[in-house]
């Protein structure tokens, strides 16, 4: 009895042996397994999420994992990106791709399928596997409605002739008169209109004094924002009252007055104040510095 049940143990330790063994051989022939992973389901709009793309496969397979254009998966915009590679037991391998993405537009959202190339080494063609999209529900920080009115009241019917305190009237009129005639004069004996950029940077170092003063982080973000818009209406003639962030960039796509770069460097200073603004981000004192430092040089740069 007791050298029975020593046998089915050597049996099931062998068994537990040789098992990877014929997995691996097994899957020498098999295509890679792909696996996605998104560390957030439910963001705010401008929250990061962790997505990953990992693809395990067997010694004697070539990867090409996806590329993105104009640094977006679908509609997520890519902040940051990085690259593992880890070799397992039995001559396994794994390729992990991991980006940081955010998104800037409320609803329910969709990180698309990505696609994964793979072929035996030598060889000519090219097979191609598809990994699951992912749901992500991005939520507004702004209130969906306002309150009703407290108390509604009918409505007053029209003034009668001797009802009107002309005595009111004729004194309003002799005031709004005087108050012209002193804004006309006034007007005659200003200075020069200052330009663009010199507003604009007065009001970046104002900014930037207040919240040394123990001003508040988005406040001075807000402002320093506001001023960024206020200066590229003034300078360049682009109105845009009212626009979110992505329509205010739309409608500078094709401004000719503004090089690549100097777009790039708006967009990259503008979704960094919509992150404090909108998404509750803290920044650190580096990146304080450096968005104030990014408005700067974009003032400095497009002065003409």
């Known amino acids: 009895m007791i050298a029975v049940k020593k046998g089915i143990r050597i049996a099931l330790l062998l068994a537990l042996f040789f098992a990877p063994l014929c997995a691996l051989a097994y899957a020498k022939d098999d295509a890679p397994r792909l696996r996605v ?20 496969f067997p010694e004697g397979l070539e990867i090409l994992m996806p590329s993105f254009k104009d640094d977006k998966i679908g509609d997520f915009e890519i902040k940051d990106a990085g690259l593992k590679k880890k070799a397992g037991f039995f001559g396994s391998r ?4 991991w980006y940081s993405i955010t998104i800037y537009s409320p609803g ?55 009802e009107i305190n002309w005595w009111l009237v004729g004194a309003l009129i002799i005031f709004i008169s005087g108050l012209t005639l002193f804004v006309i004069k006034k007007s005659r004996r200003a200075a020069p209109e200052r330009l663009p950029h010199e507003t604009a940077l007065e009001e970046l170092e104002s900014a930037r004094n207040d919240l040394l003063k123990g001003g508040g982080v988005k406040e001075f973000y807000v402002g ?51 992150l404090v603004k909108f998404a509750k981000h803290a920044p650190s004192k580096t990146e304080i510095e450096s968005v104030y430092d990014t408005a700067k040089k974009f003032v400095e740069e497009t002065k003409g």
């Open 94 to 97: 794994s390729i992990s791709n």
């Open 224 to 274: 320093i924002s506001d001023c960024i818009r206020r200066y590229i209406e003034r300078a360049f003639r682009l109105k845009a009252p009212e626009m979110t962030t992505e329509e205010f960039l739309n409608s500078l796509k094709d401004a000719r007055e503004l090089a690549a770069e100097q777009k790039k460097l708006l967009k990259e200073f503008l979704n960094a104040c919509d």
């Open 37 to 56: 992973r998104a560390d957030k389901k439910a963001i705010f709009i401008g929250d990061r999420i962790r997505y990953e793309i990992e693809a395990s």
């Open 108 to 162: 329910k959202q969709v990180i698309p399928q990505q696609e994964v190339s793979f072929r035996k080494s030598g060889a000519k063609d090219w097979s191609t596997l598809k990994t699951l999209a992912v749901n992500i529900n991005v939520e507004s920080i702004l209130a969906e409605t306002s309150p009703a009115p407290a108390d509604i009241r009918d409505i007053k019917g029209p003034f009668g002739f001797f």
